[in-house]
């Protein structure tokens, strides 16, 4: 384990999750490719316990610091995908307001969306009974919308209902900057239980290909795509396609988020799409530089996360993940 007793994450969610990594591959056997989320990686588990890690975010989005999940960028196979284990849970998270006052709003509105759609995701995923029983070595971390997560996702919708804006908008407000933060640590303990589905699995290939996107408020030295607006982008098409599966928590999820329209599979959509369009994410593909043509690719990076898309409420195909990201090139 070399000379360490603890290790400490001070950032956002890639700081913590190299720090999740960073404890695996000291205190255990191997190389990174051995512990990814198959069939990137060999799916290993950690035979050996971790040190204790602490945690501190930065920004108000991924909830690593209270989840299982380290997630990576493989350059070379241009793909994100990630480590799942029970054992990469921080020890303590340390979870102040006060270290993400100076977020740009670029920044908070994509951290932010990230929160919005692991509490959204986790919501509407497939519900925990209907997975098949397995033994508990062969168990995944994501188990499926459950009672519990339930009220973790439903309390952060409504943090976010009443703060996400005005965090975007002016972002010394200490109160909304606390009702961030706590919506962000609130959703990671829901979908580091339930999961989360198809805008999460869309975005690994969206940033992963990214070409020469350079957001407002992040270094410039290199393109990105900022993962919490990677799963943005396609998440109104999504959860239109959801819909069906679970009509009364896609109409619930937008009334907590504060909307008042018509009840049907646009609902939610919309109440998105509004949200993004007061917080200055980007409008749909096209606008970071990705065009129609680009889709089938897209949808075989997508394919690959079959881990998320197990979790969805429907089964999806690569028509039905072609169907998204047409739909997502652009919103308003």
Not at 7 to 35: C, P, R
Not at 60 to 84: F, Y
Request: charged content about 20%.
């Amino acid at each position: 384990g070399g000379p360490w007793a603890a290790i400490v994450a001070v950032g956002g969610g890639s700081s913590i999750d190299t720090a999740k990594a960073v404890n695996l591959l000291v205190t255990n056997e191997g190389g990174l490719f051995d512990y990814l989320n198959a069939p990137v990686g060999s799916g290993r588990a950690p035979s050996n316990p971790l040190l204790p890690l602490v945690a501190v975010p930065t920004t108000t989005g991924t909830g690593s610091e209270s989840t299982t999940i380290c997630v990576l960028d493989v350059l070379a196979l241009k793909v994100k995908t990630g480590i799942s284990h029970a054992r990469l849970r921080p020890t303590l998270a340390v979870v102040d307001p006060d270290l993400t006052m100076t977020q740009p709003a670029m920044v908070t509105a994509a951290c932010g969306m990230d929160i919005l759609c692991h509490a959204l995701e986790s919501y509407t995923a497939r519900w925990f009974a209907d997975f098949d029983r397995k033994a508990p070595e062969q168990r995944v971390p994501y188990c499926g919308a459950n009672p519990i997560a339930d009220m973790w996702a439903e309390k952060s919708l409504s943090l976010l209902a009443g703060a996400f804006r005005t965090a975007v908008r002016d972002g010394s407000d200490a109160e909304a900057r606390e009702q961030m933060a706590l919506a962000a640590t609130f959703a990671g303990l829901g979908f580091g239980n339930a999961g989360v589905h198809i805008p999460h699995a869309n975005a690994y290939p969206i940033a992963g290909r990214v070409r020469d996107y350079r957001p407002a408020g992040y270094p410039q030295d290199e393109p990105i795509v900022p993962h919490g607006m990677a799963v943005s982008l396609t998440a109104p098409a999504a959860f239109a396609l959801t819909f069906e599966a679970s009509p009364e928590r896609h109409l619930r999820a937008a009334t907590l988020l504060g909307g008042t329209y018509a009840d049907g599979p646009d609902t939610l959509p919309a109440v998105l799409r509004s949200l993004m369009r007061d917080i200055d994410i980007p409008n749909g593909l096209a606008e970071i530089g990705f065009l129609e043509s680009d889709v089938d690719d897209l949808v075989d990076g997508a394919l690959k996360q079959q881990r998320l898309l197990a979790t969805a409420p429907r089964e999806v195909t690569g028509e039905d993940l072609a169907g998204v990201f047409h739909a997502s090139m652009e919103h308003w």
